[in-house]
């Protein structure tokens, strides 16, 4: 495989082949986010991608899943991606699953009718970073995005019938922003309804802006006790919530996972048992982005 940098992907694609088709991020500004820094972003060749297919054709016949890297490999141009899909299913037919990462403008960019045409070409799942509802933190991390153009691409996913899963942050954002901050992503899952939500805990990398400023000393991580009271305001107020809900990420403190709305009583009852100290936490040195 002609994998270039560091592959990252969900915990979910675990067991996927991974088959690079860009590399980077598009927009590669978010505050937080260190893994593409250092790679310039590109839509890799069909020839290249080509040999990779052949390769997974040859070796990787036990795995049913194919997930497509960088960053927001949804932001390929559409007939690269058509090709691209119509190469898996013609040389890969035991694949019966194909997920990538989006960005909003990604999806926006695609609209309804090619999303669909995607998903009649077997693309099944999208993963889409969020991390917050409040227009303020997303202007902070530098996001690209308001809630409404978020809500905007959720829609379009939802109309073309693609299942989709947003990742939220939490400890993101100053403190005196932390409650709007987990008011507004609650509102914004109501609005946006996507199949999962993955909740992660921010991790400082040195190699980013908001790094920087935890290592001066500008920005104070968050404790684990005020991580769990951001965790259980956002479900708290995903009252009317139909989806399923995780924050059993590496970076979290308490393993959580349910559907929404019949277990979020018990997952509030496991935060509030956590707060106070009668369930144990992921101890600080096994917490890993
Ligand atoms: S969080 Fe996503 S959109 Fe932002 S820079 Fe990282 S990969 Fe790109």
Known sequence: MHYEGDIIRPPSEADAIILQITTGCSHNRCTFCGVYRKKKFSIKDLQIIDEDIAFAKAYCKRQSKVFLADGDALITPQPHLV???TKIKDHLPW???VALYANGKSVRKKGVEELKQLKELG???IYLGVESGDPEVL????????PESLVEAGQ???DAGIFYSVTILLGITDRLKSKQHCINTAKLMQKMKPNQ???LTYMPLENTPLGQRVKSGDFKLYTA???LIELRTILFEMKECKT???ANHASNYLPLAGRLPNKRDTLITLIDSALSGTQSLIPEHLRAL
């Open 197 to 199: 939500v993955a909740a």
């Open 83 to 85: 090709a691209i899909l």
């Open 123 to 125: 693309l099944t799942r």
């Open 244 to 246: 399923q809900f995780y």
């Open 156 to 158: 379009m996913l939802k």
């Open 95 to 97: 694949v019966n699953k």
């Open 225 to 227: 006790e005020e991580i």
């Open 139 to 146: 202007q902070e991390i530098d996001k690209g995005e308001t």
